[in-house]
């Protein structure tokens, strides 16, 4: 079998069942697992699939409706994070009129913005509304049913508060981003909130760190077409070629 006909094969095996061990493989494609190794670690180079002790796992899997919960992201990709929220801060303008989805990114977002800004700032995040409040920011908090785990505000009132709200720029969270799927979160309420958020902007962006990339959670709420990204790194060109990406460490 020739080397890239074995590559195709470890990734169609890999995407059914989602990870598989070298031995597996080694039987399957009648290979010696020190080429299934040899494999698996080019196509890990090439982000193709995750190279773990023993195996690989699939890349892009549907990762279920489990979130972990704000304080436990908030330790997560600190500099990163840092990186693409000193950015975006520089986008605001005073004559800006801008939403800031909740999440531990956008929630950084506020730490760099000038406490001169003039912009006037709705958000349905409640840590976010505190930040803003206590920077001394002209800021907005949406109504809704609270979602414990994220800190968020949701539901079919918070989506009616956006309804007559036209934002010049939104700054949105996001669990995954994916070719096909676009942007995705594991909640219904939190996708309805988003998609409301990015409809209602001239300009939107989604933050989110390299982690995110290839990644499919249950619900879709937004193609990558209709926002930017700001991010660290970006896993390959299939992105580029979809939307605008602005990569902020180099």
């Known amino acids: 079998m020739l080397t890239q006909e074995r590559y195709h094969s470890i990734l169609s095996i890999i995407n059914e069942k989602h990870a598989v061990t070298v031995s597996e493989l080694s039987q399957l494609l009648d290979t010696s697992e020190s080429t299934i190794r040899r494999d698996l670690t080019a196509l890990d180079q090439l ?9 690989a796992t699939s890349i892009k899997q549907t990762l279920g409706f489990i979130e972990a919960s704000t304080s436990t992201k908030e330790t997560l990709m600190q500099e990163e994070k840092t990186e693409i929220a000193r950015y975006c801060a520089t986008l605001i303008n005073d004559t800006d009129f801008v939403y800031i989805d909740a999440g531990t990114t956008t929630s950084r977002l506020i730490d760099y913005i000038p406490e001169t800004s003039r912009a006037v700032y709705v958000t349905n995040g409640i840590v976010h509304a505190r930040k803003l409040i206590k920077r001394g920011l ?8 609270v979602k414990p785990a994220t800190e968020a505000i949701v539901g079919a ?17 996001t669990n995954g981003i994916d070719v096909e799927a676009g942007f995705t979160t594991p909640d219904i309420d939190e996708a309805k909130m988003k998609e409301a958020a990015i409809n209602k902007s001239y300009m939107a962006f989604v933050m989110a760190d390299h982690t995110k990339f290839k990644r499919v959670f249950p619900v879709s709420f937004s193609p990558l077409r209709q926002c930017c990204i700001i991010t660290d790194a970006v896993p390959d060109n299939t992105f580029n070629n979809e ?5 902020v460490m180099h």
């Open 47 to 55: 982000g193709k699939l995750k190279k773990v002790f023993g195996g």
């Open 138 to 145: 002209n800021a907005y908090i949406v109504g809704g049913k």
């Open 157 to 173: 009132e918070g989506i009616s508060s956006l309804k007559n709200l036209n934002f010049s720029k939104a700054f949105i969270g």
């Open 243 to 247: 939307t605008v990406i602005k990569e």
